[in-house]
Nanobody
Framework: QVQLVESGGGLAQAGGSLRLSCAAS????????MGWFRQAPEKEREFVAT????????YYADSVKGRFTISRDNAKNTVYLQMNSLKPDDTAVYYC????????????????WGQGTQVTVSS
C-alpha cells in the first residue's frame, strides 16, 4: 500500500502561481511513477502530468505544457506540481496518483490515489 497526501492548493488569481505537494508513505516511493490529475465539477478526471521513478522523464497534457512542471524528491518521498500562469480553466480538485508504469494518461492504470486538493483560479 501507498498512502498519498496532497497539499498546497488554494485560491490564486489568473496569471499567478501555486505549488502542489504530494507526500507518500508506505511502500518504496521510488518504485512508482507518479501522476497528477484534476477533476472540475461535472467533468471527468483528466490527466495533467506524470514523472517516472527517477525523475528523468516527464510528460504533460497539452493544456498545461509550458506552464506546469512536475518534479519529485525521492529522498523526501514527495512529488510536486509547480503551476505558473494559472488560468480560470485550471480550477479543479487536483489528485496525485502512483502507478508502476510511466507514461500512462489513464486514471485506470494508477493504483493509489490521494484525497485531492482544491485549486481555484479567479479571473
Amino acid at each position: 500500500q501507498v498512502q498519498l497526501v496532497e497539499s498546497g492548493g488554494g485560491l490564486a488569481q489568473a496569471g499567478g502561481s501555486l505549488r502542489l505537494s504530494c507526500a507518500a508513505s508506505g511502500r518504496t516511493f521510488s518504485d512508482y511513477a507518479m501522476g497528477w490529475f484534476r477533476q472540475a465539477p461535472e467533468k471527468e478526471r483528466e490527466f495533467v502530468a506524470t514523472i517516472d521513478w527517477s525523475g528523468a522523464y516527464t510528460y504533460y497534457a497539452d493544456s498545461v505544457k509550458g506552464r506546469f512542471t512536475i518534479s519529485r524528491d525521492n529522498a523526501k518521498n514527495t512529488v510536486y506540481l509547480q503551476m505558473n500562469s494559472l488560468k480560470p480553466d485550471d480550477t479543479a480538485v487536483y489528485y496525485c496518483a502512483a502507478g508502476l508504469n510511466f507514461g500512462s494518461v489513464s486514471p485506470r492504470t494508477y493504483d493509489y490515489w490521494g484525497q485531492g486538493t482544491q485549486v481555484t483560479v479567479s479571473s
